[in-house]
């Protein structure tokens, strides 16, 4: 009975496909399955009645085998799947699970051990592999998510460059409509006299460069037409000429003007708004009157002048721009040094390449060509056929002394033609009379102009700008006018 039920174990333990060994409690071999000695290479000569641990030339010594067998297994104790990895000398690494269990041979109830060695070293090399196969995909999907958040970075500042570029071009937009509005004039600059042709030659000779132009020249001798001259044979010249006219706003709204503010960098102030400074960003900025900008600005300008460099009102982020600067005054700047209202560090910027425009009444042979232009463009705008001008009136025209130069001479003619309801023109000023008592070297050109605007401003009532004003005779902006009054020291009695 005992003998065959051995038999049958030991056939079961030939079937199972598994290694297995029976132990005694010593952990001596007493029997292993075919299993057994094909994985591990070893024959049943050597193995059984061999403790476990000499195997193999003691190649089964293995610590953590022993303890679990020696220690961990107290009576009816399964331990299942203990994993265990080995190199063997002749068989290599293996990864083993080991299932340990007691077992009782009767007759006389002896302890042995049955152990179950499952061999998983593929399957766990396989697992092994796919978690470094996951470990490193994992590591790529954080360098990926990584790159991908760079990228996304990178398209913002993209976007918001994006977004700063279309606000410039909006705001460039919004200013060239206004400059339409205003309907600037865009003809040639007219004449032929020596001293204009010199001035041309000039704008020629720096147009191509970056150079700071500074237009000098009595009100209304055409130094915007001259600004607009450089910047339109600029490399420039499709972008548009940014004017900012320095006389015409209070300080603070001037610096707003050219620096612009952030949303909230005062009270009312509920959008950001670019500067003129960065619309004009690689274009070029026309300072007009530059003479008239308050002194705590020009130190600014000399910033940007110099270093391209400046900030946005309520902001402390440093902005960078390429512009062109041309500046135009009618002041003597040489002399606002002097008397301390002008920077000599920013004089000395701006004064690098000067072009002077002559007065209308030291060119007296442009004035035939003007007339005749202007005469024309507005009998046309009118819908007049006035174009005949007698000798006298050309003579009287050549002859007058024109302190608001070629402006002027616009505005008497607008009232000739005005003035005139047959082919011949009219004049309805008299250009015989606020002079008549001069000579040149009986007073400063000051004192004739202070004069000459007194007698507009009481002639007017004292009315400075608007329709029959003071500003209107004299062909003036109100802003400059009210400049030269200051200048002047022209108060109404
Ligand atoms: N040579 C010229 N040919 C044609 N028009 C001219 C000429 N010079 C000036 N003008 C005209 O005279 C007017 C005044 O010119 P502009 O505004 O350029 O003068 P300005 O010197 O800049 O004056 P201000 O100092 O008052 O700003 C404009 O309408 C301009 O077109």
């Keep these: 009975m005992q003998k065959s039920f051995l038999n049958i174990f030991n056939s079961i333990l030939g079937s199972i496909r598994e290694p297995l060994l029976v132990l005694d409690s010593n952990l001596r071999v007493m029997d292993a399955n075919p299993s057994f000695y094909k994985i591990f290479c070893v024959n049943p000569q050597e193995t059984v009645g061999t403790l476990i641990f000499d195997l193999g030339n003691g190649q ?38 080991l299932n340990a269990r007691r077992i009782y041979r009767e007759p006389n109830h002896a302890p042995l051990i ?121 490399k420039r010249k499709k972008r548009a000429l940014v004017k900012v006219n320095c006389a015409a706003l209070p300080s603070n709204l001037i610096e707003n003007e050219l620096f612009g503010h952030e949303k909230g960098a005062f009270t009312g102030s509920n959008t950001r708004q670019l500067g003129r400074f960065e619309v004009a960003d690689e274009a070029t900025l026309f300072l007009d009157e530059i003479g008239e900008l308050p002194l705590e600005l020009q130190s600014k300008l000399l910033r940007v002048i110099q270093d391209g460099e400046f900030e946005r009102l309520g902001s402390s982020r440093t902005i960078k721009v390429n512009a062109r600067i041309i500046a135009a005054t009618n002041r003597n700047l040489e002399q606002e040094v002097r008397q301390g209202r002008f920077r000599s560090d920013l004089w000395y910027r701006l004064n690098v390449f000067p072009i002077t425009m002559p007065p209308l009444r030291d060119r007296i042979e442009d004035i035939t060509l003007l007339v005749d232009f202007y005469v024309k463009k507005i009998s046309k705008r009118m819908g007049k056929v006035t174009g005949i001008i007698p000798k006298s009136m050309m003579n009287t025209l050549q002859n007058y002394h024109w302190p608001g130069n070629v402006r002027e001479l616009e505005n008497v003619l607008e009232r000739a033609v005005i003035n005139s309801s047959g082919p011949k023109l009219h004049l309805a000023d008299d250009l015989n009379k606020p002079f008549a008592y001069l000579t040149k070297s009986q007073q400063t050109l000051e004192t004739v102009e202070r004069d000459y605007i007194v007698r507009m401003l009481e002639q007017t009532h004292w009315k400075v700008s608007g329709k029959n004003s003071a500003a209107e005779i004299l062909g003036l902006n109100r802003s400059t006018l009210r400049a030269r009054m200051r200048k002047l020291n022209i108060k109404r009695p």
């Design 114 to 234: 049955l152990l179950a060695i499952e061999d998983v070293t593929e399957r766990e090399y396989y697992k092994r592999h796919l978690e470094k196969v996951v470990e490193t995909r994992t590591a790529e999907l954080v360098t990926a998510r990584q790159e991908a958040e760079k990228r996304k970075q990178t398209a913002e500042t993209a976007l918001s460059e994006i977004k700063r570029l279309k606000e410039q071009l909006e705001e460039e937009k919004a200013y060239l409509k206004e400059e339409i509005k205003l309907e600037h004039n865009h003809e040639n600059i007219i004449g032929k006299s020596d001293a204009l042709k010199y001035v041309l030659y000039k704008v020629e000779q720096i147009a191509a460069s970056d150079t700071t132009v500074l237009i000098l020249g009595e009100t209304g001798t055409g130094k915007e037409l001259v600004a607009r001259a450089v910047h339109g044979f600029s």
């Design 60 to 97: 089964w010594n293995i610590p953590k085998l022993k303890e679990l067998l020696e220690q961990s297994l107290p009576e009816n104790t399964v331990y299942n799947d203990f994993e265990v990895e080995h190199t063997f000398k002749n068989i290599g690494t293996k990864i083993m699970h």
